[in-house]
């Protein structure tokens, strides 16, 4: 008992020394990494970018940012980092005194105040940064601006005439620019380097819109002043010269949209006096659609009137035309429902599309007069003329289709009679080919197979003779002696395979006579049902007794019948 009390004790101590030693192995790495992670932050380099700002201007903005900013980094040095040091020592004591609970609380609260001291490091560094790059950023792109300022006073004084009365306004607007430049310069010497930096954007904006004014303002006024006036000229002295040549024009309502545009036009130059480019741009933009929309539409009469004058006699007759056909069509058709069947709707074809044909009529007669009167104008008279045309062609293929189906019944009767005599011939053979096979009788229902295609066809050519003749019935009796006949050829395949298999089974049954004589009525019987024509109770009476007397029998004869076969 007291032995295992001693083990027992020596295993809980050794328990407590390995959470001991495991424990205080994890807190000492801790300390460690929270150590490290302080001398890292203590080691940024504040110093460094603090002594970079200290080469600007130290006046104004730049120094009351770099005050606060080493005012901060010294509270990091003599503040939050001995307070972090301080907590660390405690930490480590708390380890030592095995109070494992106490230095992980505390490692925790060093963690969170590391994290604060970083982001005021970082903060402090970010600022540093964008202040010395503010710097940097507004020397170069300053010079850039002043570049691109200069050389806009240069362009306006080289090609002053292309700007016309913008001209004085623009000049204004670029002293305004300068004056903003004035401004950068005084917020830069007084160290105001991120207010100069947000000036530099506004200015670079406003060079944005001034380069876009003095490259699109000369190529505006041009179009506003001379290419947009000399093109609604033309459209105007288009007008009048189709008026005078007999175009009825009208409704197009060129003059006063010609009018408004002029009007646009004049506030175009207004605008570009104040240098709106983008109000100017929207409305030339419409304009130049509106010309090109004037044009189509002028050339749209001009083609209308060729088109009218060339293709309306031409329509004429072709009207004519399909008139004259559809006059023969009636008689053809008249001629074919002699000979045959035609139903309501295919026979009234022909009346329905002379009607058609009738309005057709009136319809191009009503055209021809408003063309001679020279009241409306061409582009109206081309669209009914274009609707004619189309409706023309509509009739002329309904009557091509109805001549082809009038065609097509000659040819299925044809088709039909020389279908007819296939199957009368595949008949015969089949009749043949039964006689040819010697068949002790045929079966009743073979017969009756017989006489139903025999009767089919007679059905078939009593309808081929009948006047007039309706195709769609003949068509229906072919398909079904065409059904028959088929039918029949593979039954009789079938009835002389089945009477050369009965014929083998009796005669391999009777070498069991002599053997087995019992099996003797059974096959007597299978030779009677066979000589009266009833091979499947022949087959069925002979493969019973077979197999009565020998449970092999039937397997053995399979195998010599197919062997037979081959």
């Not at 982001?119 to 010395?132: C, M, P, T, W």
């Amino acid at each position: 008992m007291m032995v295992e009390f001693v083990i027992g004790a020596i295993i809980v101590v050794l328990i407590f020394s390995i959470y001991t030693m495991v424990s205080r192995k994890r807190n000492a790495t801790e300390i460690d990494q929270l150590d490290m992670k302080k001398t890292e932050l203590l080691h940024r380099p504040v110093h460094e970018e603090l002594a970079k700002v200290k080469r600007l201007n130290m006046t104004g903005q730049t120094e009351a940012l770099f005050d606060r900013w080493r005012a901060e980094w010294d509270e990091v040095v003599t503040v939050d980092i001995p307070a972090v040091d301080e907590k660390l020592f405690a930490s480590e004591d708390q380890v030592d005194k095995f109070r494992f609970g106490a230095a992980k609380k505390t490692n925790k609260e060093i963690e969170s105040r590391l994290s604060q001291i970083e982001k005021k490091v970082n903060d402090i560094l970010s600022e540093l940064q964008q202040l010395v790059g503010s710097e940097e950023k507004n020397r170069a792109e300053g010079e850039d601006m002043h570049a691109r300022q200069r050389e806009a006073k240069k362009r306006l004084l080289a090609h002053r005439h292309t700007f016309g009365k913008a001209a004085p306004v623009l000049e204004v607007q670029l002293d305004v620019i300068t004056g903003r430049f004035e401004k950068f310069a005084d917020l830069t010497e007084d160290g105001n380097y991120l207010e100069a930096r947000e000036l530099l954007m506004e200015i670079q904006t406003e060079m944005d819109v001034m380069e876009h004014k003095m490259a699109r303002i000369p190529a505006l006024m041009t179009e506003v002043n001379h290419t947009l006036p000399a093109q609604l000229s033309e459209i105007e002295n288009g007008y009048k010269e189709m008026k005078q040549d007999g175009y009825l024009l009208d409704h197009l309502q060129i003059e006063k949209e010609v009018t408004d545009l002029k009007e646009d036009l004049d506030r175009c130059r207004d605008f570009l006096v104040k240098t709106e480019v983008a109000e100017t741009e929207l409305i030339v933009s419409d304009a130049k659609d509106s010309i090109d929309f004037f044009y189509d539409l002028l050339e749209k009469e001009v083609m209308a009137k060729h088109h009218v004058l060339k293709d309306e006699g031409e329509t004429g007759t072709v009207i004519e035309g399909i008139s004259g056909h559809n006059d023969e069509l009636m008689e053809e058709t008249d001629l074919v429902k002699q000979s045959y069947q035609l139903d309501g709707e295919e026979s009234d074809v022909p009346k329905r599309l002379k009607e058609e044909i009738y309005h057709l009529e009136k319809q191009y007669e009503i055209l021809h007069g408003r063309i001679q009167d020279e009241k409306t104008a061409y582009s109206f008279l081309h669209d009914e003329l274009k609707e004619i045309q189309a409706r023309i062609a509509e009739l002329t293929k309904e009557q091509k289709g109805f001549a082809a189906f009038l065609q097509t019944l000659r040819k299925d009767e044809v088709e039909a009679t020389e279908e007819l005599h296939t199957l009368r011939n595949r008949l015969q053979q089949i009749t043949r080919k039964v006689k040819q096979s010697n068949l002790p009788g045929v079966p009743d229902y073979y017969r009756e197979m017989s006489e139903d295609a025999r009767v089919r066809i007679q059905e078939t050519n009593a309808y081929l003779n009948e006047k007039p003749l309706n195709m769609k019935a003949v068509q229906e009796k072919l398909d079904a002696a065409n059904g028959s006949i088929g039918h029949l050829a593979n039954k009789t395949d079938e009835l002389i395979d089945q009477v050369a298999l009965a014929e083998r089974m009796i005669q391999f049954g009777n070498r069991y006579r002599r053997t087995h004589p019992n099996i003797e009525p059974k096959l007597n019987e299978a030779e009677i049902a066979f000589r009266q024509a009833d091979y499947s109770k022949a087959l069925e009476l002979c493969a019973t007794a077979i197999d009565k007397v020998d449970s092999k029998g039937l397997k053995k004869f399979d195998a010599q019948y197919k062997e037979e076969q081959q």
